[in-house]
């Protein structure tokens, strides 16, 4: 373990922890649920001013289109909110990308508001770990980097999206873009654990909708001229879930369509979610889907029409990724706390940044947990915890480390 220097020591000391938790409570207080576009406006105005304090550019940047299929087989555009991108020092050689994301899954209309503290060092508040909390680490470690005269030799761009917890459908160009020929990367997740713990490999993940359509005719009647979209549909999920094998998971989700009983459905469309584990699997799914569609539409004699495909690229740990990876728990231990890692089967925006060959540690964040309910929690005293960490673990990859 390399111990703190001086100058590292130096480094955290003004890191203001009550400045820190008083934005989170402020930012956890407006609704930014990732349909809610008055909200992620709300709250990118706000990011926006917090992060004019750094010595850069800070730009709100237009969503990408994304459409998705309606109940009638058609495209239907989903609107999102703005992307917040800061850089600093875009000239500079070595560079960094870190992110994270101002939506939560919590929309307008949820029942969980508003904050509460469960005790002296636990706030239970909507997006204070997942991650308001996380872009507070941001924008602290930063500013107590800036202090180092080490800084002027690197850049970083800081990208905090709107959509991450629907797949940053609308930001994923955005991020391959920033992410182009970066040193390194950190988003800032919470923590796996409670405790700390690092999220390491990851699979993928991919959202599908299989439209069909067939030819209607009457039950009774003459059902030899219909050609039944439902029934091509439910083989499809039934051939599909027979793939799932220890490296992939196929989840068969919803199956829409139908008409009257006395009616041969002509329309049908299947939602599936998969989790390949590695880039191979994903990749012979592709092949086996290809394949699947074509024998269904031929042996039913329907049409049928895929949207969707992999949106989050499995993350393996390479041998420069696990340098980080190191450098970040030497780091930490050299701070007070030994961190460990494990791999997830959750995906977020560090799946593209690795996909992009660039070295990410993607659980940069607080310490918390049970995200996703109205039990999320913060533990206050990790946002200048890993302030610290973020702050010294850039000086470091600023002076030389992973080279």
């Known amino acids: 373990m390399k111990q703190l220097s001086a100058s590292e020591r130096a ?51 237009d969503p990408a289109t994304v459409t ?61 770990a997942d991650m308001k909390g996380g872009i507070a680490v941001i924008l602290h470690a930063l500013a107590a980097f800036e202090a180092s005269p080490e800084a002027a030799k690197v850049g970083y761009d800081v990208m905090i999206n709107s959509d991450e917890e629907t797949g940053s459908l609308s930001s994923a160009a955005l991020i391959a873009e920033l992410a182009r020929d970066k040193f390194a990367a950190l988003t800032y997740e919470p923590s796996a654990l409670p405790d700390g713990t690092l999220a390491h490999a990851r699979g993928g993940s991919g959202n599908y909708s299989i439209v069909v359509t067939g030819k209607s005719a009457h039950a009774g009647r003459n059902p030899e001229e219909g050609r039944n979209a439902v029934v091509a549909a439910a083989e499809i999920a039934v051939v599909l879930k027979a793939m799932t094998h220890a490296d992939l998971v196929v989840n068969p989700a919803k ?15 299947l939602h599936f979610n998969i989790r390949p584990k590695t880039v191979e699997a994903a990749t012979e799914f592709e092949k086996a889907l ?58 977020c925006d560090g799946n593209n940044i690795a996909a992009c060959g660039v070295p990410v540690v993607d659980t940069m964040g607080v310490r918390g947990g049970k995200i996703h309910s109205a039990d999320e929690f913060m533990i206050a005293s990790s946002l200048s915890e890993r302030a610290a960490l973020s702050a010294v673990v850039l000086l470091r990859l600023a002076t030389g480390e992973m080279l």
């Open 11 to 61: 480094l955290i000391d003004p890191i203001d922890q009550q400045a820190m938790l008083a934005a989170v409570e402020r930012w956890s207080a407006i609704n930014s649920g990732t349909r809610n576009l008055d909200g992620l406006a709300t709250q990118a105005g706000v990011l926006a001013d917090a992060f004019a304090a750094l010595p850069g550019d800070v730009e709100l940047h």
């Open 68 to 128: 998705a299929v309606a109940p009638d087989g058609s495209k239907v555009e989903l609107r999102h909110g703005n992307h917040l991108v800061v850089s600093v020092r875009p000239d500079a050689k070595r560079r960094f990308l870190l992110t994270g994301h101002m939506d939560t899954v919590f929309p307008a209309d949820h029942a969980f508001q508003s904050a509460t503290w469960l005790d002296d060092d636990t706030l239970n508040a909507p997006g204070a």
């Open 255 to 269: 199956i829409e369509g139908g008409s009257a009983n006395n009616v041969v459905p002509d329309h049908a469309i």
């Open 290 to 347: 290809s394949f699947l569609l074509s024998d269904i539409a031929e042996r039913h004699d329907v049409a049928i029409h895929r949207h969707g495909g992999i949106t989050r690229p499995p993350k393996p740990v390479d041998a420069r990724a696990q340098k980080l990876f190191d450098l970040v728990a030497d780091t930490s231990e050299a701070l007070g706390r030994k961190l460990g890692w494990q791999a997830s089967g959750g995906v």
